[in-house]
């Protein structure tokens, strides 16, 4: 069926939400069910209910939520992810981070802290402090 891109009933909470294009500006809480991409300005809360990528172009503070979240572009902020957070090489974050699993890559930049949670119990905690040497500059 062409028009199943509609059908709610169709779709999969692990299918794409949305997008918010570059040019787009957000104010606000958005709540997504599946996974979501940002390029565009965003301020407040963003939750998925899946993954949430932050584009090279996004431009953000405030709060994200989702299952992973992976930030190629800037965000201050609190991020809270319940697999993994993923920061590309052009990432800039400051703020923290919460979760079991964090990945920066080369050149990346973090300035802030980082508490990493246990998978079996999130009251289990250790935080580190983050300053990407980059972030001296």
Same mark, same amino acid.
């Given at each position: 069926m062409p028009w199943s891109i509609f059908d709610r009933k169709a779709q999969d909470s692990t299918e794409w939400s949305g997008f918010l294009?570059?040019? +787009?500006?957000?104010?606000?809480?958005?709540?997504?069910?599946? *996974?979501? @991409?940002?390029?565009?300005?965003?301020?407040? +809360?963003?939750?998925?209910?899946?993954?949430?990528i932050l584009g090279e172009s996004a431009r953000g503070n405030g709060e994200l939520t989702a299952n992973s979240v992976m930030i190629a572009g800037q965000f201050d902020g609190v991020i809270r992810a319940r697999t993994r957070v993923e920061l590309q090489a052009k990432a800039i974050v400051t703020g923290e981070i919460e979760t079991p699993d964090l990945l920066i890559a080369p050149g990346a930049i973090?300035?802030? @802290?980082?508490?990493?949670?246990? @998978?079996?119990?999130? *009251?289990?905690?250790? *935080?580190i402090p983050i300053r990407s040497s980059a972030a001296r500059q």
């Open positions: 294009e570059q040019g +787009t500006k957000l104010e606000g809480k958005l709540d997504s069910p599946g *996974t979501l @991409r940002v390029d565009s300005h965003i301020v407040g +809360t963003i939750s998925s209910g899946s993954n949430l973090f300035d802030g @802290r980082c508490h990493v949670i246990s @998978r079996e119990d999130s *009251t289990k905690r250790v *935080t």
